[in-house]
Protein backbone atom coordinates (compact mmCIF):
# COMPACT_ATOMS: atom_id res chain seq x y z
CA UNK A 1 0.00 0.00 0.00
CA UNK A 2 1.95 2.89 -0.79
CA UNK A 3 -0.08 5.37 0.91
CA UNK A 4 -1.19 8.56 -0.50
CA UNK A 5 0.96 10.09 -3.57
CA UNK A 6 1.70 13.00 -4.15
CA UNK A 7 3.47 14.75 -6.77
CA UNK A 8 5.67 16.79 -7.86
CA UNK A 9 7.40 17.27 -4.17
CA UNK A 10 8.59 20.63 -5.06
CA UNK A 11 7.01 23.31 -7.84
CA UNK A 12 9.03 26.24 -8.49
CA UNK A 13 6.82 28.63 -11.16
CA UNK A 14 7.18 32.14 -12.25
CA UNK A 15 4.19 34.36 -10.97
CA UNK A 16 1.48 34.65 -14.12
CA UNK A 17 2.31 30.93 -15.03
CA UNK A 18 0.35 27.69 -13.84
CA UNK A 19 0.67 25.17 -11.37
CA UNK A 20 -0.91 21.59 -11.21
CA UNK A 21 -0.67 19.91 -7.84
CA UNK A 22 -1.68 16.09 -8.33
CA UNK A 23 -2.50 13.36 -5.64
CA UNK A 24 -3.51 9.64 -5.96
CA UNK A 25 -5.34 8.60 -2.96
CA UNK A 26 -4.54 5.25 -0.94
CA UNK A 27 -6.12 2.17 -2.73
CA UNK A 28 -9.58 1.97 -1.40
CA UNK A 29 -9.99 5.54 -0.65
CA UNK A 30 -12.62 7.57 -2.36
CA UNK A 31 -12.67 10.78 -0.39
CA UNK A 32 -10.23 13.00 -1.14
CA UNK A 33 -9.09 16.71 0.89
CA UNK A 34 -6.96 19.47 0.09
CA UNK A 35 -5.74 21.70 2.63
CA UNK A 36 -2.96 24.42 2.43
CA UNK A 37 0.08 25.12 5.16
CA UNK A 38 0.94 28.69 4.52
CA UNK A 39 4.81 29.98 5.76
CA UNK A 40 4.12 30.15 9.84
CA UNK A 41 0.49 29.40 9.73
CA UNK A 42 -1.77 26.05 10.47
CA UNK A 43 -3.29 23.57 7.74
CA UNK A 44 -6.48 25.07 6.42
CA UNK A 45 -8.96 23.25 4.77
CA UNK A 46 -9.64 23.90 0.66
CA UNK A 47 -11.77 21.78 -0.58
CA UNK A 48 -13.42 18.17 -0.55
CA UNK A 49 -13.68 16.11 -3.39
CA UNK A 50 -15.13 12.69 -4.31
CA UNK A 51 -14.89 11.08 -7.72
CA UNK A 52 -16.44 12.93 -10.09
CA UNK A 53 -17.90 15.41 -7.77
CA UNK A 54 -16.68 18.25 -5.89
CA UNK A 55 -18.58 18.20 -2.58
CA UNK A 56 -17.63 21.22 -0.66
CA UNK A 57 -14.96 24.07 -1.87
CA UNK A 58 -15.61 26.41 0.54
CA UNK A 59 -12.10 26.98 1.69
CA UNK A 60 -10.79 27.68 -1.78
CA UNK A 61 -10.08 30.88 -2.89
CA UNK A 62 -13.05 32.13 -5.65
CA UNK A 63 -10.29 33.24 -8.38
CA UNK A 64 -7.61 30.87 -9.77
CA UNK A 65 -8.03 27.83 -8.00
CA UNK A 66 -10.04 24.67 -9.10
CA UNK A 67 -9.97 21.15 -8.42
CA UNK A 68 -11.08 17.78 -9.98
CA UNK A 69 -10.74 14.14 -9.34
CA UNK A 70 -12.22 12.18 -12.27
CA UNK A 71 -13.33 9.05 -12.87
CA UNK A 72 -9.42 7.95 -13.61
CA UNK A 73 -6.44 9.27 -12.57
CA UNK A 74 -5.51 11.46 -9.90
CA UNK A 75 -7.07 14.21 -8.34
CA UNK A 76 -5.27 17.57 -9.48
CA UNK A 77 -5.16 21.01 -7.84
CA UNK A 78 -5.09 24.02 -10.29
CA UNK A 79 -3.73 27.53 -9.82
CA UNK A 80 -3.89 29.85 -12.51
CA UNK A 81 -1.61 32.38 -12.97
CA UNK A 82 0.23 32.22 -9.75
CA UNK A 83 1.14 35.25 -7.26
CA UNK A 84 3.93 35.20 -4.60
CA UNK A 85 0.72 34.57 -1.74
CA UNK A 86 0.28 31.37 -3.46
CA UNK A 87 3.79 30.38 -1.78
CA UNK A 88 2.69 26.98 0.32
CA UNK A 89 2.79 24.32 0.49
CA UNK A 90 -0.20 22.06 -0.10
CA UNK A 91 -0.92 18.37 0.96
CA UNK A 92 -3.56 16.17 0.33
CA UNK A 93 -5.53 13.70 2.64
CA UNK A 94 -7.91 10.80 1.78
CA UNK A 95 -10.28 8.66 3.68
CA UNK A 96 -11.96 5.17 3.12
CA UNK A 97 -15.24 7.20 4.87
CA UNK A 98 -16.21 10.60 5.15
CA UNK A 99 -14.80 12.38 8.02
CA UNK A 100 -12.76 9.12 9.85
CA UNK A 101 -9.18 7.98 9.45
CA UNK A 102 -7.12 10.45 7.20
CA UNK A 103 -4.06 10.02 5.61
CA UNK A 104 -1.73 12.69 5.08
CA UNK A 105 0.75 12.81 1.41
CA UNK A 106 4.02 14.52 1.95
CA UNK A 107 2.96 17.28 0.33
CA UNK A 108 3.96 19.42 -3.08
CA UNK A 109 5.91 22.53 -1.83
CA UNK A 110 4.67 25.17 -4.57
CA UNK A 111 7.73 28.18 -4.66
CA UNK A 112 6.16 31.62 -6.57
CA UNK A 113 9.18 33.71 -7.86
CA UNK B 1 -16.58 28.12 13.80
CA UNK B 2 -14.09 24.95 15.61
CA UNK B 3 -11.30 27.05 17.05
CA UNK B 4 -8.47 24.69 17.93
CA UNK B 5 -5.67 25.85 20.06
CA UNK B 6 -1.97 24.22 21.34
CA UNK B 7 -0.43 24.88 24.18
CA UNK B 8 2.76 24.49 24.60
CA UNK B 9 3.64 26.21 21.24
CA UNK B 10 7.24 25.06 21.43
CA UNK B 11 9.16 22.29 23.87
CA UNK B 12 12.43 21.35 24.92
CA UNK B 13 13.34 18.39 27.06
CA UNK B 14 15.84 16.30 27.86
CA UNK B 15 15.62 12.73 26.56
CA UNK B 16 14.06 10.44 28.80
CA UNK B 17 11.63 13.19 30.21
CA UNK B 18 7.95 12.71 29.46
CA UNK B 19 6.01 14.88 27.56
CA UNK B 20 2.71 16.30 27.34
CA UNK B 21 1.09 18.44 25.03
CA UNK B 22 -2.14 20.19 24.84
CA UNK B 23 -5.12 20.79 22.75
CA UNK B 24 -8.10 22.64 23.21
CA UNK B 25 -11.16 23.11 20.76
CA UNK B 26 -13.65 25.36 21.50
CA UNK B 27 -16.82 23.73 19.79
CA UNK B 28 -17.36 20.17 22.21
CA UNK B 29 -19.86 18.28 19.17
CA UNK B 30 -16.72 16.60 17.42
CA UNK B 31 -16.51 13.55 15.83
CA UNK B 32 -12.82 12.61 16.06
CA UNK B 33 -9.85 13.87 17.41
CA UNK B 34 -6.44 13.25 15.52
CA UNK B 35 -2.95 13.56 16.64
CA UNK B 36 -0.54 14.05 13.79
CA UNK B 37 3.38 14.33 13.75
CA UNK B 38 4.82 16.34 10.88
CA UNK B 39 8.79 16.49 10.71
CA UNK B 40 10.43 19.58 8.87
CA UNK B 41 9.75 19.83 5.12
CA UNK B 42 7.53 16.91 5.67
CA UNK B 43 4.04 15.45 5.51
CA UNK B 44 1.86 14.41 8.12
CA UNK B 45 1.77 11.30 10.00
CA UNK B 46 -1.12 9.59 11.77
CA UNK B 47 -0.27 9.06 15.44
CA UNK B 48 -3.54 8.75 17.04
CA UNK B 49 -7.63 9.07 16.35
CA UNK B 50 -10.24 9.15 19.31
CA UNK B 51 -13.26 8.76 18.79
CA UNK B 52 -15.65 10.93 20.25
CA UNK B 53 -16.91 8.13 22.38
CA UNK B 54 -13.40 7.05 23.33
CA UNK B 55 -11.63 8.72 26.61
CA UNK B 56 -8.13 7.41 25.20
CA UNK B 57 -6.17 5.72 22.72
CA UNK B 58 -2.69 4.31 23.27
CA UNK B 59 -0.09 3.40 20.63
CA UNK B 60 3.58 2.17 22.24
CA UNK B 61 5.01 5.27 24.22
CA UNK B 62 1.94 7.63 23.16
CA UNK B 63 -1.24 7.80 24.81
CA UNK B 64 -3.71 10.72 24.11
CA UNK B 65 -6.55 11.60 26.07
CA UNK B 66 -10.12 12.90 25.48
CA UNK B 67 -12.36 15.36 27.74
CA UNK B 68 -15.12 16.14 25.01
CA UNK B 69 -17.05 17.85 27.68
CA UNK B 70 -14.25 20.43 28.39
CA UNK B 71 -13.33 20.66 25.05
CA UNK B 72 -9.57 19.27 25.74
CA UNK B 73 -7.22 16.14 24.67
CA UNK B 74 -4.01 15.67 26.12
CA UNK B 75 -1.07 13.70 24.60
CA UNK B 76 1.43 12.09 26.38
CA UNK B 77 5.16 10.62 25.37
CA UNK B 78 6.38 8.71 27.77
CA UNK B 79 9.98 8.28 27.75
CA UNK B 80 11.16 11.08 25.22
CA UNK B 81 13.85 10.10 22.59
CA UNK B 82 16.10 12.77 20.42
CA UNK B 83 13.67 10.95 17.29
CA UNK B 84 10.71 12.32 19.02
CA UNK B 85 11.78 15.77 17.89
CA UNK B 86 8.98 17.54 15.50
CA UNK B 87 5.88 19.48 15.15
CA UNK B 88 2.73 17.77 16.44
CA UNK B 89 -0.54 18.62 15.44
CA UNK B 90 -3.89 18.18 16.83
CA UNK B 91 -6.89 18.37 14.81
CA UNK B 92 -10.55 18.13 15.31
CA UNK B 93 -13.96 16.94 13.05
CA UNK B 94 -16.93 18.18 14.25
CA UNK B 95 -20.22 16.00 14.46
CA UNK B 96 -21.89 16.44 10.82
CA UNK B 97 -18.94 17.70 9.07
CA UNK B 98 -15.58 16.80 7.34
CA UNK B 99 -13.24 18.96 7.80
CA UNK B 100 -10.56 18.51 10.08
CA UNK B 101 -9.70 21.66 12.05
CA UNK B 102 -5.38 21.87 12.98
CA UNK B 103 -3.87 23.36 16.04
CA UNK B 104 -0.86 25.69 14.88
CA UNK B 105 1.09 22.87 17.23
CA UNK B 106 4.02 22.09 19.20
CA UNK B 107 7.20 21.64 18.55
CA UNK B 108 9.08 19.40 20.74
CA UNK B 109 13.18 19.04 20.70
CA UNK B 110 14.34 16.12 22.55
CA UNK B 111 18.06 16.89 23.70
CA UNK B 112 20.71 14.02 23.68
Known amino acids: NAGVMQNPRHLVRRRGQEARLRCSPMKGHSHVYWYRQLPEEGLKFMVYLQKENIIDESGMPKERFSAEFPKEGPSILRIQQVVRGDSAAYFCASSPTESYGYTFGSGTRLTVV | ?112
Open chain 2, 1 to 112: KQEVTQIPAALSVPEGENLVLNCSFTDSAIYNLQWFRQDPGKGLTSLLLIQSSQREQTSGRLNASLDKSSGRSTLYIAASQPGDSATYLCAVVRSNDYKLSFGAGTTVTVRA
